[in-house]
């Protein structure tokens, strides 16, 4: 099969409070216009199709770093920044979750009316990968969002979440336009999880093409259907453990940022006055923008940039949050007027950690990291969806004796 990819995740209920919200959508946009400037619309499309990328995207944006709502959260953030801004980038997202996942032929059709693509064909694709995954892969997941993203040439990438009422768990599906041949024929991108045993013919009427398709898939032994298929399945634990994330990689990125000063590297200059802890951020945020596929394994390690609503591995840092995302939009704004110093230092700092990787040694376990977190959390203006972080007994007079 010549499936993208999939991710299994717990399912977590509550919401994302509107002070992450906000961020979430701001950070979304400056991500998404920094990938078209370096490397196009097409790859903001390929990025999205990855499970592994998307779920990294996730964590960096201060959600649950592994919940089922990482997926609704996320798209809903990249449609309410992006689609203001689709004539300019070239982006438009189209369905999303529950009767918003309805209006997405609609909504495809009135892009396709601006940019004069064909409309029937990518209704017809956007249908026919919701009728697969919910019809025709009969895995205990029944779809409940589905979000079409397409550029104006004509990439598509479809995330859509199924739920498994069973064990709690829910499903998502990745299929991306360039890898996919046939609706019938191995379509994904990918689709990862537990096996829950034979693939099913498709039996409804609007699923007949795909029926040849799905029986050869059925006869196929399960070792060889998976060879090709990204496989992203996340614990059920809510915190952080270390088997969750390459310390090698994200302690070289805190002994880059924290130990060593921009004034270090002739590079980083112009990031000159960002403290220790923004540079953190940044150096992941970077890592998100230019990382290759590989680095996204663990995608545990990019909650380390702006913690999590619930408060896990950290609260979210407000402070760092909101400078980060000033950095980074400044960057992307000079960079369209030819002043690209800026941008061409952040990007810096994903290579500068990688080069870091290869001599590092880590000293300390993640939970000491942990803890150093969320004690100087209050500092950064750290916030949970319970409420702000409070500085330890006397932490907070012997900071203020310390300004003084």
Request: proline share 5%.
């Given at each position: 099969m ?11 209920y ?9 961020r ?29 990328w ?14 089922s ?10 449609k309410r ?20 996942s309805?209006?997405a ?18 209704v ?20 409940y ?14 995330i ?8 709690s ?5 990745h ?7 046939s ?15 034979m693939?099913l ?5 609007a699923?007949?093409p795909a ?11 399960p ?16 915190d ?8 090698k ?9 924290h ?26 945020v970077?890592e ?10 663990d995608?545990a390690r990019f909650?380390f940039a ?14 760092v949050?909101?400078e980060t995302?000033?950095?980074?939009q ?6 369209k ?20 990787e ?6 300390e376990g993640?939970?000491k ?14 916030r ?21």
């Amino acid at each position: 099969m010549n499936r993208s990819g999939a991710a299994d995740l717990p399912l977590h209920y509550g919401y994302v409070p509107t002070w992450l919200a906000e961020r979430m959508a701001k950070l979304g946009l400056a991500i998404t216009e920094a990938l078209i400037a370096d490397y196009g619309k097409a790859e903001v499309i390929r990025r999205l199709s990855d499970p592994f990328w998307f779920q990294s995207l996730g964590a960096v944006m201060g959600m649950d770093w592994h919940s089922s709502g990482v997926t609704t959260s996320v798209m809903g953030a990249l449609k309410r920044a992006i689609n203001p801004h689709s004539r300019e980038l070239g982006i438009y997202i189209c369905g999303g979750k529950g009767k918003f996942s309805r209006q997405a032929p609609e909504e495809i059709r009135n892009v396709c009316e601006s940019t004069g693509l064909d409309g029937d064909h990518l209704v017809r694709c956007s249908k026919l990968s919701a009728k697969v995954d919910n019809t025709a892969v009969q895995d205990g997941f029944q779809l409940y969002m589905h979000s079409f993203v397409l550029t104006d040439e004509g990439q598509w990438t479809v995330i859509q979440q199924g739920m498994s009422e069973g064990n709690s768990m829910a499903r998502r599906y990745h299929w991306h336009s360039a890898n996919l041949a046939s609706f019938v024929n191995g379509p994904h991108t990918a689709v990862c999880g537990l096996n829950q045993g034979m693939i099913l013919n498709m039996t409804d009427t609007a699923a007949n093409p795909a029926r040849e398709g799905i029986l050869t898939i059925s006869r196929e032994k399960p070792e060889h259907m998976m060879q090709d298929v990204q496989q992203l399945v996340l614990p059920s634990h809510h915190d952080i453990r270390q088997s969750d994330v390459d310390l090698k990689r994200l302690g070289a990125v805190l002994w880059l940022t924290h130990e060593r000063q921009p004034s270090d590297f002739e590079e980083l200059l112009l990031l000159e006055g960002v403290g220790p802890r923004t540079l953190q951020s940044l150096a992941l945020v970077s890592e998100v923008i230019h990382g290759t596929p590989v680095r996204f394994r663990d995608p545990a390690r990019f909650a380390f940039a702006h913690g999590g609503k619930d408060g896990h591995p950290f609260p979210v840092p407000i402070k760092v949050y909101d400078e980060t995302i000033g950095i980074l939009q400044t960057a992307v704004q000079k960079a369209k007027v030819g002043q690209t110093d800026k941008k061409e230092a952040i990007r810096k700092l994903s290579e500068l950690a990688r080069a870091a990787e290869k001599d590092f040694t880590p000293t300390e376990g993640l939970d000491k990291l942990i803890e150093k977190e969320r004690t100087e959390s209050w500092m950064h203006g750290g916030r949970t969806v319970f409420g702000k972080a409070r500085p330890p007994e006397g932490q907070k007079k012997t900071h203020q004796l310390r300004l003084f």
